[in-house]
Each structure stands twice: as C-alpha cells, then as structure tokens.
C-alpha cells in the first residue's frame, strides 16, 4: 500500500511537517511494509513561506515592521531564494491574526501597513519577484494599509488622509497614487477563492473570527464596497476585480494586491502543490491522508484540503482527512470526496487534542478504518 501524507498545519498547535510526520510514524509503526511519504501543504495563510522554504530552498531574512495594529511593531520574517532572486513574503508574518491576543483584535482598526513595509524591504533588497502568501489575517482593510506603506494615499470627504484599518474606507472619497511604484512583479497566492464583498466576501465570511460584531462587519462590507467604486472610477486598473476568486482572500489584501499595486491572483494550494511536486508523489498512492485544525465549510473554499483532495482524486487516489475539530456540512464532506474523517477531539477529547497534539493525532490515525485495506 502507497500513502501521501500530506497535512496543512493545525492553526496554534502543530506545524504542517509536525502533523505530517506524526502521522506518518503512527503508520509506519503499524505497518512496516507501507510505503508512507510525507509532503507538509499550506495554501498560503501560515506556514506558507515554510513550505515553500523547504521545498524550493531559501534563506529566513527578518525586518522590524508594524503590526497589526497601527502603534504596534514586531519582528517579521520573509524568504529570499537568491537563485530566482524572488521573495517570499506571508502577510501573517506582520499582519496575522495569531499575533494579536483575543482583546486586541479589531477589523476596524488592524492594518496591513507592515505588509507593505516587507514588500518594499524585498524590493530594496533587489527582488525580482515578490509572493506574497495571504490568509490568516487579523485585518479587513483591502490591502489599503500595504498600499499605503507604498505610497498611496486615501483620503476621506474632506481632503484628510483616512486613519489606518478597515473601519474608516467607508468614508473614502479619494485615492492618490504614488507618482512611481518601485515593486516588481507580485503574484498573491490566495489561501480562499472567496470574493472582495457580498454574502461570500471578505467581511461577511471572515470578519467575525478577527473580532467584528455584525455591525462591524456591516461596516467593513460597506468600506470595501466603497474601495471597489472608487478603483473602478479612477479606471487605472481592469474593472470587476473585486468578483475574482481569491479577491476576498485575508479582508482584501489580495484585492488591493492586484488593483492597487498589479498583482496576479493564484491559488495558494496549488502553487505549494506543484512546488512540493505532490502530484508525482500521488501518481502511485492508494491513500492521501489530509487535514488542517479545523475542517469546516471554510475548507472548502480552496484551501489544502480541497486542493489536496481534487489532485488525489485526478490521479485515482482515495482521500481520508483528520482535524483538530470537524464540523463540515456532509454535502461539502461528498464534494470534496473524503471518503474518511476523523477528528482530534473526538478521538482524545478537546483537552488532550490541544495540549499534545501528535499523540491525539496519532490516535486519530490508528482509529481509521482504512488500515484493514
Ligand atoms: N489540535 C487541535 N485540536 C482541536 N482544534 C484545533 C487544533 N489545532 C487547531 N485547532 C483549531 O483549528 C482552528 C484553526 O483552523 P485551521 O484549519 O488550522 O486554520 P485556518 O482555518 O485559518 O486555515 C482554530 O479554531 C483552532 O482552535
Ligand atoms: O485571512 C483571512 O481573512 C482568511 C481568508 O483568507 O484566512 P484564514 O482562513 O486562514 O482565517
């Protein structure tokens, strides 16, 4: 039998190589004659810059930025692979939702300022190319804070510069930009395919988790409704952005990526997929075993199980997910084709699956039926 391991990491308790390798020893100790590989996934929210570190090699390069909050400033971490002279930069790194405690979190007020100060430290640093991987933010402001820290202005009715965060782009009346842009090319690689607005975008879906009530979020909706109209009149860039796939991808950063500063959208998953090479090491596999902290509806928006899921389906492999904690609707469950899904918590309870994660993963694994294959 041929399994692919292939794991995105649980969000605060275990890295993608952690819950791969756990996974992996679990099924080599109980079946020696296996062949089990083990390709650690991301899809371009945490863990992405890793992935395609180890994949691609590169060299870890820090730069002191703002933080999520506009007064705060911490120490982010970026990818130089020196041979393509490109940089990797993970928005979560100076933006990410996990850098704030619970209190702190605020869509109206966290900006994407320091994301931009990374990209424009890369593009001093002599990049060529810039990849940016966007997801598990802590912001909703449309990319404007990163756009800003190069440059662009936004100002409200009454000629001011609008204060940073998400919160104020309801009132934008203006968009200024610089008179040079000095980026090379970027290309976003998107952790969901979810639109700028509307019931499926970036403020409706996922505002909440960053600490929005719904009037916040009303709010946020209406701000980056607002950002769209104004990039569509100023007629700079193709109109209708703000309906492409992934344009809703961590509160619109990778909206404001493209329109604002030329960016490509990807997606995130597929890009570590063909960078990790998985399809070659799925072309022999019987079984993948994929998952991620929580599988939700969210996971079906693109991210590692999906994309996982869809190459193993193309090369005949079958699909069996565990998580931390499982609450995914059975129709998204016969979508994505999971023939298997285990959780942490049911198999530990949600004590143990937190504290010592790779042993509830490890159990997790053992109680799949898949072993009797
Ligand atoms: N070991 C674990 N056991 C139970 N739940 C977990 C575990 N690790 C992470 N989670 C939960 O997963 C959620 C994060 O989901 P995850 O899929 O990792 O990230 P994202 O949805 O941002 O891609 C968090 O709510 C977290 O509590
Ligand atoms: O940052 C965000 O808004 C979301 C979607 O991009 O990321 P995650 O699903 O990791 O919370």
Redesign the pocket.
Known sequence: MNLVVAFDSF?GTMSAAEACAAAADELRARHPGWRVVEVPMAD???GTAEALCVARGGAWKTCRVTGPRPDQSVEARWVWMAADRTAVIEM?EAAG?TLLQERERDPLVTTTFGVGELMAAAAAGGAERIELA????A??DGGTGAAAALGYRFSGPDGRDLPPGGGSLERLATIVRPSSLTLPPVEVL???D?PLCGPEG?AA??AP??GASSEGVARLERGLGRLAEAVNTDGVCPRGLERAAGA????GLAYGAAALLGARLVSGVDAVMRVARLEAHLRDADWVLTGEGRLDE?SARG?VVAGVSRKAREQGARVAAVAGAVSLPERHARELALEEIASLEEACGAETARRDPQKALRTAVRNLTFHAE
């Open positions: 969000k371009g929210g945490e979560a939702l966007v997801g598990g933010s912001t909703v998107c952790d969901v979810n970036a879906v996922y988790q960053k809703g991808a961590a509160g969210q991210k």
